[in-house]
DNA sequence: TCACAGGGATTGTTGAACAATACTTCAATA
DNA sequence: TATTGAAGTATTGTTCAACAATCCCTGTGA
């Protein structure tokens, strides 16, 4: 421990590798995974004592999860009931693509004052894609979508706007799972998200903007036809 | 109970009314209340037992309160230390305000697709704060100005901005108490209030948000200038 | 001044208990 | 047959008590 402690401020910060967090959070980060990678059906019951009984704890830690990811609209808790994963209908992807609408797209008008890393951090989304689609990976195309959008939410630097965009692209990606998902459903975005990135790079936001809703209109199109055409056995 | 049973289709959904809550959404509620309206100072601590025999209530069903605002952030939570009340800093308002620019401009340019009472909803909030001013009612003028901003992205028609505007504003005004808050600080926006809601009736939704924007950055600006000047004893 | 070892207070988590509510089953009735 | 009603069962809602883990304060010693 000398004088000098020039090193210690140049350390990397910790940040949340040392920040211990409750078995709740554990919890529901676990369910949370189990629910967005469709583990968990929608409209699946969540029994309190067996769940308790398979995570080893107890029925108030998971409560407090089911809290947690009931806020995050991924369970919906009906009183005296119990909870169940959410089962999201058409109404609600329109709603979810209103909300994207408006964040996505102020996002990407936001360019110029995006924070430094923030368009590469998009790149990096669309290289992810396209690495995905090459290997065949449409779990990993869809992964990479998500990535992408939150990339572009990312744009307007803003922690809020980084938290809501991943609870909605979480949803969004639960509501995939209602329908029967084609599983090359966003591969034919891909190029379009690299078009979008590359005017993104080139520094023409209002165009990138107009591309993305462009986007937009047709992915919910598809989506809430998926959704309403065929009743779903 | 004749054999047409056509009526009760007609009746009107009972919704919420006899959606009962349990206690911990009361107690949300209750907490969430005082918190807003000064009552519980930010940065106050929260004794799960002092708080528990208070409310009558035991500790768990406390600790779910809990975890409902702190998704709010109106608590924020340190893992072995308790819970707070949260104290909003410059930063937190900053983004705050991104955040709103992002929703409430993108609602008030949707305005052609805007429900049909939306904008009267946003006319009776100008009327509440302009009634709150003839009486002197300074803490009514903040409301009516939560409900007018509230009621401006509710012109999106969208549940989840809803809510969102809901949990924002909350914030908004818990940040409020942070600062030494001069009584009239929102009068001065009351006649700005109802000239964009004039031009919202007009139809000049454009015009409404280039209003809304320039509001934006002098309510901002005054807000982080409180923050920032008086270091606050 | 600093380091460090108690000791007290608070949170984290569990398990059991009981009340309240929902679901199921089945008999009774029209 | 279809509907009502009355048990009985399973699950959730909430409380309580207990204990471990952690933090915070304080005093001691160097």
Known sequence: ?????DWIDDLPDAGDDLERSSTAERVADLLRGHIINGAL?????????????????????????F?????????????????????????????????RRALELAAVRSGPQAPAEAVGTVGAAVEQGEGARAQGDWEGIGTANMAYHRAIGGLLGSPRVDETMRQLLAEL?????????PR???APYLDRNRAIYELLAAGSFDTAAEELAG???????????????PPRA
Chains 1, 2 share one sequence.
């Not at 067996?50 to 108030?60: A, D, M, T, Y």
């Not at 990811?69 to 209103?98: C, I, Q, S, T």
């Not at 990606?173 to 998902?181: G, I, Q, S, T």
């Open 67 to 99: 809290r947690l990811l009931g806020h995050e609209r991924l369970l919906v808790h009906e009183f005296n009931r119990g909870v169940f994963v959410a089962k999201p209908g058409a109404e609600d992807v329109v709603d979810m693509f209103r909300m």
């Open 215 to 229: 986007y937009f209109d047709i992915a919910e199109n598809q989506l809430v036809r998926a959704f309403t055409a």
């Open 41 to 65: 059906a929608p409209g699946a019951r969540l029994s309190e004592e067996r769940l308790g009984r398979k995570f080893r704890v107890s029925r108030n830690t998971l409560r407090e999860a």
């Open 1 to 5: 421990m000398t004088a000098t402690g």
């Open 173 to 181: 990606r639960l509501a995939f799972h209602v329908m029967a998902a």
């Open 184 to 186: 090359d459903f966003y």
